[in-house]
């Protein structure tokens, strides 16, 4: 079964770093997402990925993110100046396309530590 | 008002009964409803998508009222692996996914 990859499983980071969270998304979907779960709490959407731009995005989605995919295939959530707030599991999720009713996939997860 | 609003429980169910999970949501243009699962610090895993007609999955059973705006799951014959924490998802009229905050269940032997 396809999966969605991301790398790596536990990031831990010091309070003002960069760190960048990598998803490698099943091959032919169209649509990645990015979402962060803080502990305990419920899924939260930061930011959509259509045709190489974002098409839609959160309120937390702020200046300090930011998305790309650089080759083809890997799909990248970068955090400038990581604040302790930052911590959370980010999972990344893939979707065949817009108005089907499959849902996402979702990789297992890469959990951030800011310190 | 929340957008997707769920009972966090924990249902704490004894295996093999019959629990039943529901979910309501407010925005009344959205399109298509789902069910995940989700353990404990995993990703969430798509369950069920849920039709207009209901839909049933073995021992799962997915509904939608579209007309009260919620949806239901029901899981009969409980068993210990079916602990878990159960996300209800609704997209919008964008297609994003808006998350309910899950009700988790605790199969007790």
């Known amino acids: 079964e396809p999966e969605v990859t991301q790398t790596p499983s536990h990031q831990v980071t010091q309070m003002g770093q960069e760190v960048i969270l990598r998803c490698v998304p099943i091959?032919?979907?169209?649509?990645f997402y990015w979402y962060r779960q803080i502990l305990g709490q419920k899924v939260e959407f930061l930011v959509s990925f259509y045709n190489n731009e974002i098409s839609e995005k959160s309120e937390i989605f702020d200046d300090q993110f930011s998305v790309e995919r650089p080759d083809g295939s890997n799909f990248t959530l970068k955090i400038r100046s990581t604040k302790l707030e930052d911590s959370a599991m980010y999972f990344c999720?893939?979707?065949?396309?817009?108005?089907?009713?499959?849902?996402?996939?979702f990789g297992s997860g890469t959990r951030l530590t800011v310190v | 008002r929340k957008e997707v609003e769920q009972d966090p429980g924990p249902f704490n169910v004894p295996e093999g009964a019959t629990v039943a999970f529901n979910c309501t949501y407010s925005?009344?243009?959205?399109?298509?409803f789902f069910w995940y699962r989700q353990d404990c610090r995993k990703e969430p895993k798509l369950l069920m998508s849920?039709?207009?007609?209901?839909n049933e999955d073995g021992r799962f059973t997915a509904q939608l009222n579209r007309a009260s705006q919620y949806i239901s799951l029901l899981i009969r014959d409980s068993k210990l692996s079916d602990s878990a924490t159960y996300l209800c998802a609704v997209t919008d009229s964008n297609y994003q996914l808006i998350w309910g905050a899950g009700t988790k269940l605790i199969i007790k032997p």
């Open positions: 091959s032919n979907h169209l649509y």
């Open positions: 999720a893939s979707d065949p396309g817009a108005e089907t009713n499959y849902g996402y996939t």
């Open positions: 925005n009344s243009a959205s399109q298509s």
């Open positions: 849920v039709y207009s007609s209901g």
